[in-house]
């Protein structure tokens, strides 16, 4: 069964840290680039970051970059994000998801976690 | 790329057709992506590249489009499809989403 689940969430004050990991099951992980979006309560979705399937590339939304950082560890089929320097404005359901293409070219995130709840708040 | 989505709600009833549209403010081909979203779940890839359905969508959904403008229609809306519909640019780095959908129940 092909999944994906995310842990690590939790109530944080700002300014403090908090790594999110995501355990992906039934796909071969290290051939796949995932990324993290994320969901401001009863807003709209908002991608955050991205890695390569081999963890050399990394991109970031200006809102988290030079926060965040994408990481992978493909012996575990896990993905993390390392979220630094928290703000309120970070609160969010956060999906890890993988990304599915065609000839190479990226055409949709296939696969999603069920997310996992970050409020930053004093 | 900025994906503008219309409307931004709507209101219908079982077995009606439902348009929903976007634009996207520069040419991105067809690397467009449409996802239902449930209250309190994640989106679910209903169709890529603007028009090719996911394996396991209901054939009622479909998807047309290239270039800077796209629709998602649902053929016959059922108890089920009530949920919110995002579109979602893939041409270019950032992966943006469009403001959402929400259909609702009449």
């Known amino acids: 069964q092909v999944q994906l689940v995310e842990s690590g969430g939790g109530v944080v004050q700002p300014g403090r840290s908090l790594r999110l990991s995501c355990v992906a099951s039934g796909f071969t992980f290290s051939s796949y680039g995932m990324h993290w979006v994320r969901q401001a309560p009863g807003k709209g979705l908002e991608w955050a970051a991205v890695?390569?399937?081999?963890?050399?590339?990394?991109l970031y939304a200006d809102s988290v970059k030079g926060r965040f950082t994408i990481s992978r560890d493909n012996s575990k089929n896990t993905l993390y994000l390392q979220m630094n320097t928290l703000r309120a404005e970070d609160t969010a359901v956060y999906f890890c998801?993988?990304?599915?293409?065609?000839?190479?070219?990226?055409?949709?995130?296939?696969?999603w976690g069920q997310g996992t709840m970050v409020t930053v708040s004093s | 790329i900025q994906l503008t989505q219309s409307p931004s709600s709507l209101s219908a009833s079982v077995g009606d057709r439902v348009t929903i549209t976007c634009r996207a403010s520069e040419d991105i081909s067809k690397y467009l992506a449409w996802y239902q979203q449930k209250p309190g779940k994640a989106p679910n890839l209903l169709i890529y590249t603007a028009s090719t359905l996911q394996s396991g969508v209901p054939s009622r959904f479909s998807g047309s489009g290239s270039g800077t403008d796209f629709t998602l229609t649902i053929s016959s809306l059922q108890p089920e499809d009530f949920a919110s519909y995002y579109c979602?640019?893939?041409?270019?780095?950032?992966?943006?989403f469009g403001g959402g959908t929400k259909v609702e129940i009449k």
């Open positions: 998801a993988k990304v599915y293409s065609i000839r190479r070219a990226v055409v949709a995130f296939d696969i």
């Open positions: 890695i390569s399937y081999d963890g050399s590339k990394e």
């Open positions: 979602q640019q893939l041409n270019t780095y950032p992966p943006t």
